[in-house]
T-cell receptor, first 115, second 112 residues
């Protein structure tokens, strides 16, 4: 089945540790995105990528890093520099065709809790 | 980047039509308007997308006035399972301005 897969679904880490969240898609989409969601809040864009080996900062990139070595993969690392990393992280992908961005497909999310 | 503004929350009774508005005063010529639905602890799901006038699919209708500074998502005869957060997203053109930033959304609660 085609889709977008995030792992792990739940993750607990100690303060000061780096954490990498996985995001894989088999939809052959060009663009991929990482969002952060805090309780009762909307989605805030962390990073996005439109093509392999290229990515751009979103609105809250500080304390995060990404890579896009393969079209289907866009892992997010939450570094120790991120002051408040406990949140729900959502990865998405979209096709880029016809001169505009298509529908966003989201994964099921990864809930990170820093103890 | 066009910002969007939505009411924070609204309640509706089961079986009624629900209309959710979104303001996007700074929408650009090439921007499309897209609506998503999100249930707790899940990723948002695409509902509908439009550019102008009216778009309808099996789930909802989207009304966009001529000036495109606002849009209205219409959900016919809602059920309890329509309780969710609804996001309005103004999609910038790809290649160079593809940030796809969401607003805070509108919490819709359907009451029996």
């Amino acid at each position: 089945d085609g889709g977008i897969t995030q792992s792990p679904k739940y993750l607990f880490r100690k303060e000061g540790q780096n954490v990498t969240l996985s995001c894989e898609q088999n939809l052959n989409h060009d663009a991929m995105y990482w969002y952060r969601q805090d309780p009762g809040q909307g989605l805030r864009l962390i990073y996005y990528s439109q093509i392999v080996n290229d990515f751009q900062k979103g609105d809250i990139a500080e304390g995060y890093s990404v890579s896009r070595e393969k079209k289907e993969s866009f892992p997010l690392t939450v570094t120790s520099a991120q002051k408040n990393p406990t949140a729900f992280y959502l990865c998405a992908s979209s096709p880029l065709a016809g001169g505009r961005t298509g529908e966003l497909f989201f994964g099921e999310g990864s809930r990170l809790t820093v103890l | 980047l066009a910002k969007t503004t939505q009411p924070i929350s609204m309640d509706s009774y089961e079986g009624q039509e629900v209309n959710i508005t979104c303001s996007h005063n700074n929408i650009a010529t090439n921007d499309y308007i897209t609506w998503y639905q999100q249930f707790p602890s899940q990723g948002p799901r695409f509902i509908i997308q439009g550019y102008k006038t009216k778009v309808t699919n099996e789930v909802a209708s989207l009304f966009i006035p001529a000036d495109r500074k606002s849009s209205t998502l219409s959900l016919p005869r809602v059920s309890l399972s329509d309780t969710a957060v609804y996001y309005c997203l103004v999609c910038a053109l790809l290649y160079g301005n593809n940030r796809l930033a969401f607003g805070k959304g509108n919490q819709v609660v359907v009451i029996p």
